[in-house]
């Protein structure tokens, strides 16, 4: 059965701080994708790595960075915390290919105060 | 600008009742469209794909059509059950690229009522 874990499922982070969001996937896939959802907008893609470090910018990428130095983790990094960034994180994982389904994991629901 | 567009926003029906999600997209050229179930507090799940030469894909009692000269899909839920309750998520991927390029609708909250 496929898998997509992320390191929390809840979180709370003051402004200013520097935040970790972690994501595995043990299906072996060569593409990995942060996502974040808000209410009433469809998810925008933040950052993407179709290979061990390598790493794409999506559509929403300021504020955010990203890592990935093994092929099964993928970090999403907020480097300085604001209030805007409280939001749903979606971890995404596929193999390549435009018919490729994207699986995903539960989410991490980040508030910043 | 690619836009994917769907309604009703929210929906409430009687357990057991049937219904019918829209979908209407401007994504072109068009590869693929895929409706993915998400569940409260959970990440998005793959119910279908169709490509363009695709009219029509069922899942259980999930029944998506796509009409790729108009650019409108829905997705058909019959016999509802309370665990049906979730939001549904249009997405469509547009020719020449990967899956790097997915446009999501913003969903359709439906709510199975005992």
């Known amino acids: 059965d496929v898998k997509v874990t992320q390191s929390s499922r809840y979180l709370v982070k003051r402004t200013g701080e520097k935040v970790f969001l972690e994501c595995v996937q043990d299906?072996?896939?060569?593409?990995m994708f942060w996502y974040r959802q808000d209410p009433g907008l469809g998810l925008r893609l933040i950052y993407f790595s179709y290979d061990v470090k390598m790493k794409e910018k999506g559509d929403i990428p300021e504020g955010y960075s990203v890592s990935r130095e093994k092929k099964e983790r993928f970090s999403l990094i907020l480097e300085s915390a604001s209030t805007n960034q409280t939001s749903m994180y979606l971890c995404?994982?596929?193999?390549?290919?435009?018919?490729?389904?994207?699986?995903f994991g539960p989410g991490t629901r980040l508030l910043v105060l | 600008k690619n836009q994917v567009e769907q309604s009703p926003q929210s929906l409430i029906i009687l357990e057991g009742k049937n219904c019918t999600l829209q979908c209407n997209y401007t994504v072109s050229p068009f590869s693929n469209l895929r409706w993915y179930k998400q569940d409260t507090g959970r990440g998005p799940v793959s119910l279908t794909i169709m490509t363009f030469s695709e009219n029509t894909k069922s899942n259980g009692r999930y029944t998506a059509t796509l009409d790729a000269d108009t650019k409108q899909s829905s997705l058909h839920i019959t016999a509802s059950q309370l665990s049906d309750s979730a939001s549904y998520i249009c997405v469509v991927s547009p020719r020449n690229f990967g899956n790097e390029k997915l446009t999501f609708g913003t969903g359709t909250r439906l709510t199975i009522i005992p």
């Open positions: 995404a994982s596929s193999s390549q290919g435009s018919r490729e389904t994207q699986y």
């Open positions: 299906m072996d896939h060569e593409n």
